[in-house]
Every structure is written in structure tokens, then in C-alpha cells.
């Protein structure tokens, strides 16, 4: 390898790169600021989403409901806080449909979404990005106008609202509500991401029809983000022409009823080319 | 409709910058495997891309979350250099099962924005190798271009902005492993011969992974049309 150093060396890879031909003026602009300080700093958010979702597992026991999503949603209530939480699951291109709820709020600025057809829920599952609204005459009244006005009108401010989804896999919205304008602080946000994570775990584990007392063990374990466990679910929805979500589940309740570990059963699925596995 | 989609996002995806990164590792250095990894939302370390024998790659990658070389450099920010597999040594089990998976030597440098480490590139080798300050300045180069590509034009980027586009990046990393899932089925090939045919197909039509393989899951793209699309 003989890369010339200095500036040639950046020029030089920049023809490597010349899809990325822009990142070359950037690198001039930011290089001083890269690698520049002696003093590492650590991480975004020094753990606090795992401290959450510690917290909102080992406060899954106080909430009783017997939908275990409306547990979720109570609990993000108390531990966000805010004043409402709201699960929503797409329903068609332009439809959703709230299926759980820590109050009435929630369900009243879903359905608000659903008869209006615009709103922050319906933005999150179309673009799979979070939307976050602090303050929604100035943030989210250009976007849409309608809802914000009704929203604010039952008393809403500020909606944020995060993407429940496994890849390719679309399983809803979580959207929270606050009656005071504001940004989440560090641990809200935190919080809310942790609670985002446990809704998905939680969303699939209800598809594979396992029993709600194993849930608590199950969600302790959860680890999605195995390559060969997406592998393993594109194979078996191609294989039984099923869609992605119940490949999932049908994975999870099949290593469930063999006592693997959802890894495992799906490194042996993907070793297998999906043959003779389910 | 809502533009929500920042501008650059029409243009650039990282997911691809970092596949390109990783296989230019692996031409420049002439490595066994290669991968960029980025911290995630939950400050763990997750693996966005692999090149090169992907059944080894994802062995080394995927079990360095809360230890081992690349979780080293993470946390330290600072380059780590193994010649060979004695080197592993100080790594305990995860060192073991790195040697064990045939690799000799490895380098990984960190993904800087100043004080803040953003992830880890990750080189590696099935034979010892004593690399020049050039080649390791070469990775760190690449490493740069990947900071840069996911910190993109905010020269001060907001922390949570950042979190959030890593965890796009991650949600299309696990939608392209679904993609590769079904090509395997519907061409009778291993995944990792899918994985090829997807890259090459993007390559080749200069779509982003994601969309493709967002086709693919959606059924409005099989194998036989990626296979289709090759060089002339």
C-alpha cells in the first residue's frame, strides 16, 4: 500500500469514494475537530435507556391490566412521565388504529388522527423516522393544521411520537402526550426509548401467541438485533409465503416450544436454508 | 405530504457509505473481513455493514457489544493494533474466540467527533500482519469518511439528531438482513451469496440498499430481476 499522506492522500481517496464526493470538502471542514481532543468522553446517553428498561420491567407487576400493551402504556405514563400514552397500529396506506392506551387521552387524539387522516402517528409509521413536536402551534401546525388545532383544544402541547418497527417490519406508533410545551429532557427521552423497545418485544411476543406470563422473562432477554434472526425471518416469509411479522412470530413460538433461545433457533434456520425447520 | 426527510437523506444513505467503507477496507488493506460499527440510542455497539467472508465476519462482530477489542477502542477513542494471535491474549475468552475463528491479526480505529466516540472500524486478517503507520492511517481515514457520513453537514450535530440517525441506519441494516433472507429462498442460494447479489444489484442500478431491499420485502423485487442487472 502506498497511500501518499497529507492532502493528496485525501484527494486520492476521494476518487475512491466519488459517489461520496462531497464528504471530501466536509473532511476539510471538520478534520481539525476529528480526533482533535485527548479526552473521551462516553456515550449519549451513559446508559440510561437499559437503566429504563429496568425500571419499567421491574415495575411491570404494580400495573394490572389484562392487556399487557396497556400495562406498557400506564407505566409510560408514571415513568416518562406523560400525560398520555398511546400505542397505534397501521391499519392501510393512510389508516391507523389505536390499540392500547394509558387513559382516554390517548385514544381521543388517535381517533382524532384516524378521522382527520393527518397527525404525527400516521407521519411516524409512513417514514419509520420520529417525529417530535415540543411546542404544536409552531411545530407541528404548518405540517398539519387540522389536528394540532383539535389536539390542542383537548388540552394537548407537545406530541412525540416514535416508530415501533423491526426492520422491515411496521408494527406501529408510540406516541406520547404532554399538556405542557416543551422538548423530552436526557432521562424522558431515555425512557421513551426504552419504553419503545419493550412495545415492539411486547407487540411480537403478543403475534406469537405465548402466554403473558412469560413475558417478563422473555422481555429481560430480548436481543433483536442478531443478523441471522432477520435472516432466518426473511427466509421463513419467503418460504411460507407469510408476512415478515408472522415469520417472527411463528420463529419465536417455535424456539419457545423447543427451549432455544430465539438466536440460536434462528442460526439453525439460516444453517438449514430454512429446510425442514418449522 | 410532508417533506419530513432532511435533504441530504435523498441523496445519501449511510447504511451504503458504511458497506463502501467496509469494502474498501478490505481492497486497501487487503483484509479478511471489515465492518463499521456505530453506538446506538442504548450506548451499545452495533454492526452496520460487513464485507469480505461474511460467515467470519459476523462471528468477530457481532459478540463485541460489551467487550473485546472494538469495545476497547470505543471506549478509549484510541486505535487498537493486533499483530498476531498472541496479541488476543489480553482479551480473555472474547480474544480466544476471535483466534479461534481463524483470525490472526485485527485492527480497529475509532469513529471520532471530538471528545465522542460514534462507533468503530473494525479490520481483521487470517494471517499475522505488522502494519505500517500508512496502512493505519489509512483506516483511520476511512473511519473519518464514515464520521462524517453519519454526523453528515451539522458541524455540531444535536446528540439526539445523531441517535436517531444511527438507529435509522441500524432499522435499515436489519431490513437489508431480512431482504437477504428471502433472496436466499427464492434463488436457492446461502445468505450470504444473496447478500452479494443485493449489493452488486445496487451498485449496478445506484439505488440505496434500503430501497432495494425494502422492495424485496415487499415483494416488488425478486432475485431474477437483481440478477438481471450486472456489468454490460
Known sequence: ?278 | MIEIVDGLVDEFDFIDLAHELASKSIQLLDATVAGVMVVDARNELRSLAVDGDLELADGIFEFQTFAGPAFDCRMTGKAIKLNNSQDFAQWGEIGTRIVNLGFESMLVVPMRMRAQVLGVVQIAWTHPSDLSVTEIQAAQMLADFATIGLVQRAAMPDRRELAEQVEFAVQGRILIEQAKGMLAVQGSFTVDEASALLVLYANHTNEFLRVAAQKVVDRELRFEELSNVGPA
Open chain 1, 1 to 278: 500500500l502506498t497511500l501518499p499522506f497529507g492532502a493528496g492522500a485525501n484527494v486520492h481517496l476521494a476518487t475512491i469514494f466519488s459517489q461520496n464526493f462531497y464528504l471530501v470538502t466536509l473532511i476539510f471542514e471538520i478534520s481539525g475537530t476529528l480526533g482533535s481532543t485527548h479526552s473521551v468522553g462516553d456515550s449519549m446517553n451513559d446508559e440510561s435507556v437499559n437503566d429504563s428498561r429496568r425500571r419499567f420491567l421491574a415495575a411491570l407487576n404494580a400495573v394490572e391490566s389484562e392487556s399487557f400493551l396497556t400495562r406498557l402504556c400506564v407505566l409510560g405514563e408514571k415513568l416518562v412521565p406523560a400525560d398520555s400514552v398511546v400505542i397505534v397500529a397501521p391499519a392501510g396506506e393512510t389508516i391507523i388504529s389505536p390499540i392500547a392506551a394509558s387513559n382516554q387521552l390517548g385514544f381521543d387524539v388517535a381517533n382524532l388522527e384516524l378521522d382527520l387522516g393527518e397527525g404525527p402517528s400516521l407521519e411516524v409509521i409512513k417514514t419509520g423516522k420520529p417525529m417530535r413536536f415540543a411546542d404544536l402551534p409552531t411545530q407541528l401546525a404548518p405540517i398539519a393544521p387540522l389536528f394540532a388545532n383539535r389536539a390542542q383544544s383537548l388540552g394537548v402541547a407537545a406530541v412525540f411520537s416514535f416508530p415501533i418497527q423491526v426492520g422491515g417490519i411496521r408494527l406501529g406508533a408510540l406516541t406520547l402526550l404532554k399538556s405542557e410545551e416543551g422538548e423530552l429532557g436526557d432521562s424522558e427521552n431515555a425512557s421513551a426509548i426504552a419504553l419503545n423497545d419493550l412495545c415492539a418485544d411486547a407487540i411480537l411476543l403478543l403475534q406469537s401467541g405465548l402466554p403473558m406470563e412469560t413475558f417478563p422473562d422473555l422481555l429481560q432477554g430480548s436481543d433483536l438485533h442478531q443478523p441471522k434472526i432477520h435472516q432466518a425471518t426473511g427466509i421463513i416469509a419467503q418460504s411460507l409465503e407469510c408476512s415478515m411479522s408472522v415469520a417472527l412470530a411463528l420463529l419465536r413460538a417455535r424456539a419457545f416450544r423447543l427451549d432455544m433461545s430465539l438466536k440460536e433457533y434462528c442460526a439453525l434456520v439460516v444453517s438449514q436454508g430454512g429446510q425442514n425447520v418449522l
